[in-house]
């Protein structure tokens, strides 16, 4: 059975510096990966889809890379700003299944 | 074009009483998929359609739970006799089609579920 793990939990940074959030997963027989945002009482925003045969996605001040072998996906995020404080969620697709998400990172940018 | 959308965006209740959550898949899209995420949690998947019929209904937490998408496009999630415990965010997502590694579900904003 498939287990997503976000690491951390919550972050809380300064204004303009990069961060990285982390994404693990069990199973490394995965089509594809998404990050997600989520800001409070809110849907899902979709931010990045990696395909399994890539390596990485950019869109913007967002980079995710994808390790498939070792089940490791980050998602980096370039001179942060204040706007960017919400949760972010990682989510993997195996096929013909529903995605499996972690629990998020709750990320908070201080201005 | 339109998104997902969900309706209503927020439904409070009492114990006991019957809900209808709806939810309006991008037009075209053939799988639909219903997760609930509780405070503090990801979404956990509940059931997904691949046209009219539930493709897997492993999800949902007992026979209180029932969805139908009867012409193959909007989506209805039934909650029979709520509990306290069935309170979450429910959320609807659509993708082009089932499967398949260029698959990518596109979320709608949710319907927020309170069971007093």
């Known amino acids: 059975k498939q287990e997503v793990t976000q690491i951390p939990a919550a972050l809380s940074v300064p204004e303009g510096e990069n961060l990285v959030l982390n994404c693990s997963f069990t199973d490394s027989a995965i089509y594809n990966l998404q990050w997600f945002r989520q800001d409070p009482g809110k849907g899902l925003t979709s931010l990045l889809l990696?395909?399994?045969?890539?390596r990485e996605q950019t869109s913007g001040r967002l980079n995710a890379s994808l390790d498939k072998s070792s089940g490791r996906s980050t998602l980096y995020i370039a001179a942060s700003q204040p706007g960017d404080s919400a949760t972010y969620l990682c989510?993997?697709?195996?096929?013909?299944?529903?995605?499996?998400f972690g629990k998020g990172t709750r990320l908070s940018v201080i201005a | 074009g339109a998104g997902v959308s969900q309706t209503p965006s927020n439904k409070v209740t009492e114990k006991g009483k019957y809900v209808e959550l709806r939810c309006d898949p991008i037009?075209?899209?053939?799988?639909l998929y219903w997760y609930r995420q509780s405070l503090g949690q990801g979404p956990e998947f509940l059931i997904y359609f691949q046209g009219t019929g539930a493709a897997d209904d492993s999800g949902l937490p007992n026979d209180r739970f029932f969805a139908v998408r009867p012409e193959g496009s909007v989506s209805t999630l039934k909650i029979q006799r709520t509990e306290r415990g069935d309170s979450a965010v429910y959320l609807c997502a659509s993708s082009p089609s089932l499967g398949g590694p260029h698959n990518e579900q596109f979320f709608g904003p949710g319907t927020r579920l309170t069971v007093l």
């Open positions: 989510a993997v697709n195996s096929g013909n299944t529903p995605l499996v």
């Open positions: 990696i395909q399994s045969s890539q």
């Open positions: 037009s075209g899209h053939t799988a």
